[in-house]
């Protein structure tokens, strides 16, 4: 329920109560627009984590939720690479450390219930916020305004809408853009592990012939795991024991972190792409999954979202400054500009990476193996690998 008297008009209606929806709805409510957020309760069944990249905890931080998110979430000094392909080009372990770029760290991983439920409680209280546990229903999208309606029967409008309502999003499909979808032959199975041995802040990354087998700290003794599987093998995982299943993945671990136990139900991800045509439309802008979806591989998907919602930020203010209708054509069209290198470029990094560990053909695994290699042995190289990984363009920046 909205906290606040409903305006005749909004400045800005943000639909979504995932992560996307709320750092947006919580970034352009403190920049001044006056906002409404339209968010059912989060599923509390997921049992993801996030980890997240400088730039990203840059924003939470600015939006003041930083301090509670990082109480709940384990701070990641060093990432290493494994090559566990066994196959005939295998690169040698690479580590890429945080301290290498004079840095504490590069990043926290947080469960996504605790980000969440942190993210709905600064919502709640966001002055320039009305929230409304409320899903929309229907969309239409008029030269002067948004006008949404509610499944509790209310109709807003807004000058602007974002849509941040996911994969499948009303809005983009009320407004007419088209997307591209496509699949991977992969399932994730995703859950999160206790286990003997202390994980020091190290993220591993096992690459295997069916994709990655990631164990990313969280707070303790306990790591999440994303392993990558053909659905076949990710159906007889989740078929397994308890028991079965925690020696299984212990073997395929090789032991680094002792023995495990589980500590989540084991849930699977199918892992699939999608590009929105357009970001924008009349009166609406997307971000996050409603924009962009790719597989979990190298933590790339929430952080993406946040660099859309700090442009979308950077552009709505820009447009104030010159006293210029924010929800405009040609402020949406600014918007458009300023996303799609970085969507384009994100998207096809994980994609080229996901398919060089499933190619068979052995040249594309020779240059994935010698990349690794030589990222390993040349210090500037994987700087520039480090910094690129967190944040797009910073090591073509002066300084950088
Ligand atoms: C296994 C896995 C691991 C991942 N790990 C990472 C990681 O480490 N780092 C990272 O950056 N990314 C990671 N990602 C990606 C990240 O989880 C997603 O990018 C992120 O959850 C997307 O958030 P979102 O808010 O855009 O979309 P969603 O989380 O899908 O939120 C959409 C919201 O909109 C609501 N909604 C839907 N329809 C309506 C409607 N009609 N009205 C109102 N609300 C509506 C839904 O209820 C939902 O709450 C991972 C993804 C997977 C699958």
Not at 7 to 32: H, T
Request: hydrophobic share 40%.
């Amino acid at each position: 329920m909205a906290q606040k008297d409903q305006p005749d008009i909004y400045d800005i209606a943000i639909v979504g109560g995932g992560p996307s929806g709320r750092i947006a709805a919580l970034a352009l409510a403190q920049a001044g627009f006056a906002c409404a957020l339209f968010a059912p309760e989060p599923a509390k069944t997921d049992g993801r984590t996030t980890a997240l990249w400088q730039q990203s905890i840059d924003l939470l931080r600015e939006t003041g939720v930083w301090t509670d998110i990082e109480a709940n979430a384990a701070p990641l000094k060093k990432m290493r690479m494994i090559d566990a392909t066994g196959r005939l080009f295998r690169a040698p372990e690479v580590t890429f450390d945080s301290a290498e770029l004079g840095m504490e760290v590069f990043g926290f991983n947080i469960l996504n219930s605790e980000l969440n439920a942190v993210l709905q409680t600064y919502c709640d209280q966001q002055d320039n916020l009305a929230t409304y546990a409320e899903s929309v229903v229907g969309a239409t999208f008029e030269p002067d305004a948004a006008r949404l309606t509610t499944a509790g029967g209310r109709t807003v409008s807004a000058r602007l809408a974002v849509a941040a309502d996911g994969r499948n999003s009303l809005l983009r499909e009320s407004a007419g853009i088209e997307v591209k979808r496509w699949s991977y032959p992969q399932v994730a199975v995703v859950l999160n592990l206790e286990h003997r041995l202390p994980h020091q802040h190290v993220s591993t990354e096992f690459h295997t012939a069916t994709g990655p087998f990631t164990l990313v700290p969280l707070p303790g003794r306990q790591s999440a795991l994303v392993c990558v599987e053909t659905a076949d093998g990710a159906e007889a995982m989740l078929a397994m024991a308890p028991t079965q299943l925690e020696r299984e993945l212990e073997r395929r671990a090789h032991s680094i972190l002792g023995a495990f136990k589980l500590a989540s139900e084991p849930q699977s991800f199918p892992l699939s792409g999608m590009n929105a045509r357009s970001l924008v439309g009349q009166r609406l802008a997307l971000v996050g999954e409603t924009a962009h979806v790719f597989p979990p591989i190298g933590a790339q998907g929430l952080n993406l979202s946040l660099r859309d919602i700090l442009d979308l930020r950077t552009t709505l203010l820009s447009a104030r400054v010159r006293q210029a209708d924010h929800g405009g054509q040609a402020v949406l069209a600014a918007y458009e500009n300023k996303r799609r290198g970085d969507i384009r470029t994100r998207t096809n990094a994980v994609d080229l990476l996901n398919r060089s560990l499933l190619t068979s053909f052995l040249p594309v695994q020779a240059a994935r193996s010698t990349g690794l290699y030589l990222a390993g042995k040349i210090g500037p190289l994987r700087r520039i690998l480090m910094r690129e990984g967190m944040t797009p363009g910073s090591s073509l920046r002066p300084g950088g």
